[in-house]
């Protein structure tokens, strides 16, 4: 069973488009983090989000953590071709562990 | 090295063989994690440890699965008598802090283990 769903699987966009990924689960989560992840590299964190109702931008990305801390979003403004990767939310649950995304696998054309 | 190490890189290995991973974490970081990444998917928790010891080993898939860390540093990840459903990269990473907080999780490049 995945404790975080992410939608969608699969994205592919022209250069300039803005995006929305989505990242939701039925349980809290104490924080959340988004990754991003190169082909034969681990993933590399690009944010964490505490608060419910949190926005987080870094330069063209922006991240929201629900209210209710169950969800959270990541919005790319303008994408180009070097934000092309796996995109892995994760949650922190119970203090305790991290519970990772089945990630958005996002391509941008040129 | 800077960040976190892994070796081998690759591995393949026959069915039934026993295989060992290894882990360099960054100096100084007391919490290590362990996790199992089929193509393309999310990753799966597997094992954490603070320092030497390991307080959740619930995500191991079974107990053909083990690991180790000696000296609050360098971990190993066992897997003995190997089947083709263990076939994924194994993904190591460690953070300064306490394991479970907000601290930033340094992932290294992965073993990408094949079952034949």
């Known amino acids: 069973t995945q404790l975080l769903e992410q939608s969608p699987q699969f994205l592919s966009i022209q250069e300039g488009e803005n995006l929305t990924v989505y990242c939701n689960s039925s349980s809290v989560f104490s924080s959340l983090q988004w990754y991003r992840q190169e082909p034969g590299e681990g993933p590399v964190l690009l944010v964490t989000v505490v608060t419910g109702g949190e926005v987080k931008k870094l330069k063209r990305l922006t991240f929201q953590f629900g209210d209710a801390r169950k969800d959270s979003s990541l919005h790319i403004t303008a994408a180009q071709p070097g934000d092309t990767g796996l995109y892995l939310c994760?949650?922190?649950?119970?203090?305790?562990?991290?519970?990772f995304g089945s990630g958005t696998k996002l391509n941008v054309k040129p | 090295g800077a960040g976190v190490s892994q070796s081998p890189s690759n591995k393949v290995t026959e069915k039934g063989k026993d295989v060992e991973l290894r882990c360099d974490p960054i100096s100084g970081h007391t919490a290590l994690y362990w996790y199992r990444q089929s193509l393309g998917q999310g990753l799966e928790f597997l094992i954490y440890?603070?320092?030497?010891?390991?307080?959740?080993k619930s995500g191991l898939p079974s107990d053909r699965f083990s690991a180790e860390r000696t000296g609050g540093s360098v971990s190993t990840l066992t897997i003995q008598r190997t089947q083709q459903e263990d076939s994924a990269v194994y993904l190591c990473?460690?953070?300064?802090?306490?394991?479970?907080?907000?601290?930033?999780?340094?992932f290294g490049p992965g073993t990408r283990l094949t079952v034949l």
């Open positions: 990473a460690s953070s300064l802090g306490l394991a479970g907080t907000t601290d930033t999780q340094y």
């Open positions: 440890f603070q320092g030497n010891s390991a307080p959740d």
């Open positions: 994760a949650g922190l649950y119970n203090f305790n562990k991290f519970y």
